[in-house]
């Protein structure tokens, strides 16, 4: 069982920046995948960014490339999200999700491929 909690969401000017941290309960925290994801108001969830049990896979939605930056700090048992550059279509809540075991990097963009998620954090972007 892992439970996660994300913080540092808030309401920040367009071109801005935040970051989030998502600290995780556990002794296995080096043996989950873990992602971001976001839900604006009406829109279904959607992937942001993930990063592998080790720190050294990432991957990101194209919308955030070159914005966004996904790190781990396993000692620390916690996931970050970077947003730089923010704009108002990034206004959303914000789960971050821990995904156990093996996993096939392209099922890291799905919601049904995480065992475990956090209860967000609200991200608004003002322009």
């Known amino acids: 069982q892992v439970q996660l909690v994300e913080s540092g969401g808030g309401l920040v000017q367009a071109g801005g920046s935040l970051r989030l941290s998502c600290a995780a309960s556990g002794r296995t925290f080096s043996s989950y995948a873990m992602g971001w994801f976001r839900q604006a108001p009406g829109k279904e969830r959607e992937f942001v960014a993930a990063i592998s049990w080790t720190g050294v896979s990432t991957y990101y939605a194209d919308s955030v490339k070159g914005r966004f930056t996904i790190s781990r700090d396993n000692a620390k048992n916690t996931v970050y999200l970077q947003m730089n550059s923010l704009k108002s279509e990034d206004t959303a809540v914000y789960y971050c999700?821990?995904?156990?075991?093996?996993?096939?990097?392209?099922?890291?963009?799905?919601?049904?491929?995480?065992?475990?998620w956090g209860q967000g954090t609200q991200v608004t972007v003002s322009s």
């Open positions: 999700a821990a995904k156990h075991g093996t996993y096939r990097a392209n099922d890291l963009v799905h919601t049904r491929t995480y065992d475990y």
